[in-house]
C-alpha cells in the first residue's frame, strides 16, 4: 500500500524558513503530479503549490508566489517544499499528495494518494 510521509514542519518565527519533505513508500507508486496542500483550523484545505515529475514544471498559490518553492528528488521519490520569509498566515497543517494521472490541477479531490500532514506554525 503506497503511503506519503511528511517531515520537516515545526514552529518558526516570522521571515523565518522551513524545508517539507515527502516521500512515498511502500507498495507501486505511480504519480505523474506531486502537489501540497494546506489546512487552517476553522478553513478549507487549499492548494499551494504542485510539480509534475517528469518535466519539473510547476504551478504555485499566489499566495506563496516567490516565497514557497517546490522540488523534487525522481530517484528517491520525495518531492520537497522550501518555505521563505514565512509569515503567521501561513500557519496550517501541510499535507502532500499524489495524482496519478494528469496535470498539475489545484483541486485537492483529484489527487488520489495523501500523507499525513505536518504542522507549520509561524509566530509573530
Known amino acids: 500500500q503506497v503511503q506519503l510521509v511528511e517531515s520537516g514542519g515545526g514552529l518558526v518565527q516570522a521571515g523565518g524558513s522551513l524545508r517539507l519533505s515527502c516521500a512515498a513508500s511502500g507498495g507501486t507508486f505511480s504519480s505523474n503530479v506531486m502537489g501540497w496542500f494546506r489546512q487552517a483550523p476553522g478553513k478549507e484545505r487549499e492548494f499551494v503549490a504542485a510539480?509534475?515529475?517528469?518535466?519539473?514544471?510547476?504551478d504555485y498559490a499566489d499566495s506563496v508566489m516567490g516565497r514557497f518553492a517546490i522540488s523534487r528528488d525522481n530517484a528517491k521519490k520525495i518531492a520537497y517544499l522550501q518555505m521563505n520569509s514565512l509569515k503567521p498566515e501561513d500557519t496550517a497543517v501541510y499535507y502532500c499528495a499524489g495524482r496519478r494521472f494528469g496535470n498539475i490541477v489545484t483541486a485537492p479531490y483529484v489527487y488520489n494518494y495523501w500523507g499525513q500532514g505536518t504542522q507549520v506554525t509561524v509566530s509573530s
Open positions: 510539480i509534475n515529475w517528469s518535466d519539473g514544471r510547476t
